[in-house]
């Protein structure tokens, strides 16, 4: 079966760039999360879409921002890089809101 | 502060040997799940449990759920070396329309 795809897996960028991360939910997932996990840190809620519209918002920095597109998959853009970004971000989709989230492989980012 | 908190943080046990992970949280809640995680992977679904549920079973998965306490707790039983990782408590809370709020984690080892 097909599950959350996450892309890139890796990157890597510097200071002050721009990074932008992409998330396939499974289809027919009407809701998707956004989370940030950093090294033995649990993950924590970034922002959440239900059928394409924003939802809620977690302690996202105003450098972030993230949309979802008609075709349901969404995207994470992160301006001016802060070495503190470097972590893990999980995208997950859930059947209905409410119930179990299905979590991508994540994307690693590290901040040089 | 913290929603779900976990305990024990870490806990080692021998193969064959039920381990028990407690959770707390905060707020009111429409359901708790729990995830696990292996290292530097994505978060893995175990189970969910309803408000309005006290106990289920998925397997040699046992969870409890007290909402007076607001407190859960995560049996596993005979377990194996393969059950060695992060699990993770998370809340959807009443109110919120599409957020999982995670707890810190607890570290299984299972020593074969």
């Known amino acids: 079966a097909a599950g959350v795809i996450q892309s890139p897996r890796h990157l890597i960028k510097e200071k002050r760039e721009t990074a932008t991360l992409k998330c396939y939910p499974i289809p027919r997932h009407d809701t998707v999360y956004w989370y940030q996990q950093g090294p033995g840190q649990d993950p924590q809620f970034l922002i959440s879409f239900y059928e394409k519209m924003q939802s809620d918002k977690g302690s996202i920095p105003d450098r972030f921002s993230a949309q979802q597109f008609s075709d349901y998959h969404s995207e994470l853009n992160m301006s001016s890089l802060e070495l503190g970004d470097s972590a893990l971000y999980f995208c997950?989709?859930?059947?209905?809101?409410?119930?179990?989230?299905?979590f991508g492989q994540g994307t690693r980012l590290t901040v040089v | 502060s913290q929603q779900g908190e976990e305990d024990p943080q870490a806990l080692s046990i021998q193969e064959g040997e039920n381990a028990t992970m407690n959770c707390s949280y905060k707020t009111s809640i429409n359901n708790l799940q729990w995830y696990r995680q292996n290292s530097g992977r994505g978060l893995v679904h175990l189970i969910l449990?309803?408000?309005?549920?006290r106990e289920k079973h998925s397997g040699r998965l046992r969870v409890t759920l007290d909402t007076s306490k607001k407190s859960s707790s995560l049996l596993i039983t005979a377990s194996r070396a393969a059950d060695t990782a992060s699990y993770f408590c998370a809340t959807d809370q009443t109110g919120a329309n599409s957020k999982l709020t995670f707890g810190k984690g607890i570290t299984l080892s299972v020593r074969p």
């Open positions: 449990i309803r408000s309005n549920e």
């Open positions: 997950a989709s859930s059947p209905r809101r409410g119930t179990e989230a299905f």
